[in-house]
Nanobody
Framework: QVQLVESGGGLVQAGGSLRLSCAAS????????MGWYRQAPGKQRELVAT???????NYADSVKGRFTISRDNAKNMVYLQMNSLKPEDTAVYYC?????????????WGQGTQVTVSS
């Protein structure tokens, strides 16, 4: 069974930093894109950042210059370094992976980790 498990969330003051990690395990196949999404109370889930297997990155405008996504392909892990955090970054952060196994493409999601930024 495929699992994505996030860690590293928590409570931090505005201006602080957190690093999220996500580990993919199980028979996931070949992972293509990985990413982080977030959902604040009363809002839709939104893209934060994505990274291809080759290291190409894409960021939401709201986090450019503050967040950095990276991955370790050998370990099937993706990370999100979050600096200069703002109260509006408060949300549940979800890890996502797009993978192919036996020519079947699937998206996988973690259960989420809470990030709370106090003002």
């Amino acid at each position: 069974q495929v699992q994505l498990v996030e860690s590293g969330g928590g409570l931090v003051q505005a201006g602080g930093s957190l690093r999220l990690s996500c580990a993919a395990s199980g028979s996931i196949g070949r992972i293509n894109n990985m990413g982080w999404y977030r959902q604040a109370p009363g809002k839709q889930r939104e893209l934060v950042a994505t990274i291809t297997s080759g290291g190409g990155t894409n960021y939401a405008d709201s986090v450019k210059g503050r967040f950095t996504i990276s991955r370790d392909n050998a370990k099937n892990m993706v990370y999100l370094q979050m600096n200069s955090l703002k109260p509006e970054d408060t949300a549940v952060y979800y890890c996502q992976a797009s993978a192919v196994r036996f020519q079947v493409f699937r998206d996988y999601w973690g259960q989420g980790t809470q990030v709370t930024v106090s003002s």
